[in-house]
C-alpha cells in the first residue's frame, strides 16, 4: 500500500477496493493470470523516463489484456526521520530516483541513491535509519510517520504516470 499503483488502482476503483500488493509488475501479470486477482495496475508510460519497458515485455508474454488507463500525477517528496543535513543515502524506486535526478544533485550531490522495490519500501525503510531518506508519495511519507524534508521534487512539474488496468478480458469500448 502507498505506492503509486495503489494510488492509481483507488482512482480507478475507489477507496473500498480489496488490494493485493505485489513486489514486481510481473508479479501482477500473474495474479492476474492465475485469476488470484481480477485486475492488476501496471505503470505502463512516464511522462519523464518514458515506456515502462517490463510492463511492455510482460503484456507481450501474457494472454492478460489492457482493459482501462489510468493517468496519474506524480509528486516525489523527500522523508526522512532525521534532519536534512544529517541524511547519507536516499533510497526509491529505480524510476523515482531518475525523475528526481536533477533536484538529488542539486541538493543532496554527495549523498547515495539506493534502488529499492517500491517507493513505499523506501519509506519504511527511512523510518529505521535517521540517516536514510525516501524519495515517495505524500501518502506513504504520512502512514510511516515521517517527516517532510522537501515538496515536490520531481525534475518536471507535470509529472505523470499512464498506468494501465489489466485483466483476463478487454475493456469495454
Not at 524506486?93 to 539506493?114: F, Y
Not at 529505521?128 to 510517520?145: C, M, R
Amino acid at each position: 500500500a502507498f505506492t503509486y499503483s495503489h494510488m492509481a488502482a483507488v482512482a480507478k476503483f475507489g477507496n473500498s477496493v480489496e488490494t493485493a500488493p505485489v513486489g514486481s509488475i510481473a508479479a501482477a501479470f500473474e495474479e492476474v493470470e492465475r485469476g488470484d486477482s481480477d485486475f492488476g495496475i501496471i505503470p505502463l508510460e512516464n511522462s519523464t523516463d518514458g515506456r515502462v519497458t517490463d510492463a511492455l515485455e510482460c503484456l507481450a508474454r501474457s494472454p492478460v489484456q489492457i482493459c482501462a488507463e489510468v493517468p496519474l500525477r506524480i509528486r516525489h517528496n523527500l522523508w526522512g526521520s532525521g534532519p536534512r543535513s544529517g541524511i547519507r543515502r536516499v533510497c526509491s524506486k529505480p524510476q523515482a530516483l531518475s525523475q528526481c535526478r536533477n533536484w538529488l544533485i542539486k541538493h543532496l550531490a554527495d549523498v547515495e541513491t539506493v534502488p529499492v522495490a517500491s517507493t513505499a519500501e523506501a519509506a519504511r525503510l527511512a523510518t529505521a535509519e535517521p540517516d536514510t531518506a525516501a524519495i515517495a508519495s505524500k501518502q506513504a511519507g504520512a502512514h510511516y510517520g515521517l517527516d517532510l524534508l522537501a515538496r515536490d521534487i520531481q525534475d518536471q512539474a507535470d509529472n505523470i504516470t499512464r498506468f494501465a488496468v489489466i485483466g483476463q478480458q478487454p475493456g469495454e469500448k
